[in-house]
């Protein structure tokens, strides 16, 4: 759930390895094997031109007949076989769920039956694949778990289908969700190798939530989730062109999502749109009693999203920028600066802001992502019955199979999670404060309250930059980190591009105004239009170039 930090942060073997790797990859081809045989023997309408198409024009076209929930699903079937699978080779998603087109079919006899279930019926979703979703595996990207299949839904995907979505599969993710080494690629994983940009092919998705960034930008589904510790819905987001919301901690359950941290660990939305964004968010956002800190505050029950989508939503607004996390790139700065004059354009008042404590949560962060996977995975290993059981247990199967598992990077903050004591540690207790309280309240919050603002914003990202798996990742600059930290809501929209690469502004506000960010996200997006599909260009083209 990290998007890459910006601080310090025998042949007998190599036979079993290829052969767990085999299995991995033979059980993805299977299920695709068996969705298209699927596809092939069902009758349905003509074909159907995906392009960007959103919910509510989905929507629209299921209502008046000319689409079927079983058409739009082949339909997304048909463009990963052609797209992931073949051609550009995204590699983003990772497993396709086998009842997809049984799903589809279902909700279609509902709505001929004239029972709608929302605004979701019959739309097909990606999920990262660190979310139990039933009947398909859910791994991390780790082949220690390849072979894991939950017996229940997570509950937001429970939510998703008792509001009539389709689950169409899971994403390829940074494996363990980027919480294995410091020296991580962003998008890679043992299981799903590694996931492209579908802007420039040999640019890095970015986050934990890749595949499901490039995935959703690449129209392989109409909305996606990702989940995010510290970046990884805001940066896969930022760089794939998208709209990515990553709400307080406490709207959205995480029970039957593999964790890291219970302190800042959320899913949330990832689509091409605000509009599209918000109608996910009001779907799975609520209280559940397997998450305490769903039940913690009675703002947790989402009000409906889709009130909020306001074209003038930057009108009379008072939104601080925060200059100290821009100069870092021309390009962004531009965009950034295009961006704020839009705004003001649009009615908003843009101020200077500061946040008086950047940067210093840092060491108590890490501290607390420590602590808190160690215990949460271990809980996560042993409620749902998976083949390995502890984080001992994962360490020694990546020393086991280091040639499938460990080619680009190793394991060090896995060691020295496992090193960490209980959470009585005092030592956990003064970090878990710390990061909080410099973040939250003595960082965000007096932000914002000091010059009465409704947002702070800054540029959400860097450009992506080129994959390297020797060197790992490497980027100039982000804008997300003290909203991961203190627990409370951002929003990233398209702003612009460098050279086609899409760059995203972050707005963030308080806990519990994500109804209010995506007014402001909703009018800068009406107001910006800066979103532009993906090319699948094999590298940055001189021809983009502003």
């Known amino acids: 759930m990290l998007a890459p930090t910006l601080r310090p942060t025998g042949d007998t073997m190599r036979c079993s390895l290829l052969l767990l790797a085999s299995i991995a990859i033979a059980a993805f081809h ?3 094997v068996d969705a298209q045989a699927r596809v092939s023997t069902e009758t349905a309408p003509a074909r159907f031109d995906l392009g960007e198409g959103d919910v509510a024009q989905l929507q629209a076209r299921m209502q008046d007949g000319t689409l079927s929930s079983h058409a739009l699903t082949q339909a997304y079937l048909e463009r990963i076989a052609a797209i992931d699978d073949a051609g550009p080779q995204l590699n983003a998603v990772i497993e396709l769920n086998p009842d997809a087109l049984d799903e589809a079919d279902a909700l279609d006899v509902e709505r001929r039956a004239g029972r709608l279930r929302g605004p979701l019926h019959g739309i097909p979703m990606l999920l990262k694949d660190n979310i139990d979703a039933t009947p398909m595996a859910n791994s991390a990207g780790s082949l220690a778990l390849a072979g894991h299949y939950p017996k229940h839904d997570a509950f937001l995907v429970q939510r998703l289908r008792d509001a009539g979505v389709v689950i169409l599969g899971k994403t390829n993710l940074s494996e363990w969700a980027n919480f294995r080494s410091t020296r991580s690629t962003s998008g890679w994983s043992g299981r799903g190798g590694q996931t492209k940009s579908p802007y420039a092919l040999d640019r890095n998705p ?4 890749a595949g499901t960034g490039s995935a959703i930008a690449a129209s392989l589904a109409t909305v996606g989730i990702g989940t995010e510790t510290d970046g990884s819905i805001i940066c896969p987001s930022a760089v794939a062109g998208l709209v990515g919301i990553k709400p307080t901690v406490g709207l959205v359950s995480r029970s039957g999502i593999i964790p890291i941290s219970f302190s800042q660990d959320t899913a949330g939305p990832m689509a091409r749109g605000v509009a599209d964004a918000a109608v996910v968010l009001s ?24 009130a ?26 531009a965009v950034m600066e295009a961006a704020i004059a839009t705004m003001k354009a649009a009615g908003a008042e843009m101020v200077d802001a500061e946040i008086p404590t950047f940067g210093q949560w840092d060491d108590a962060e890490l501290q607390v ?6 215990t949460g995975l271990d809980q996560y ?8 059981k502890t984080l001992a247990g994962l360490i020694e199967f990546n020393k086991q199979h280091a040639y499938a598992e460990m080619p680009w990077f190793g394991q060090d903050l896995f060691l020295q999670a496992q090193a960490k004591g209980p959470l009585t540690d005092k030592a956990y207790l003064q970090a878990r404060d710390k990061a909080r309280r410099l973040a939250g309240m003595e960082g965000i919050d007096v932000a914002l309250k000091k010059q009465h603002l409704d947002a702070l914003v800054a540029p959400s990202m860097s450009p992506a930059w080129l994959t390297d798996p020797i060197n790992g990742d490497h980027f100039t600059g982000a804008g997300y980190g003290v909203a991961a930290v203190a627990g409370t809501p951002s929003i990233t929209v398209p702003m612009g591009d460098s050279h086609g690469l899409p760059l995203g502004i972050v707005f963030m506000g308080p806990a519990w105004s994500e109804a209010r960010l995506i007014e402001l996200a909703y009018g800068f997006e009406q107001h910006g239009k800066a979103r ?9 083209s001189l021809q983009a170039a502003p």
């Open 30 to 32: 299977a299920s695709a």
């Open 206 to 209: 970015c986050g934990s939530s």
């Open 283 to 306: 779907v799975i956002a609520g209280p559940d009693e397997a998450d305490s800190a769903t039940m913690q505050d009675r703002r947790a029950v989402a009000p409906d999203y889709l």
């Open 308 to 333: 909020h989508l306001k074209p003038d939503g930057l009108k009379g607004a008072r939104i601080g920028v925060l200059r100290k996390l821009m100069g870092y790139q021309p390009d962004v700065d």
């Open 369 to 374: 992502l420590l602590y808190e996977f160690k």
């Open 381 to 388: 290993l042993a409620d749902s019955d998976a083949p390995v």
């Open 532 to 540: 532009r599909p993906p090319q699948f260009l094999p590298s940055v």
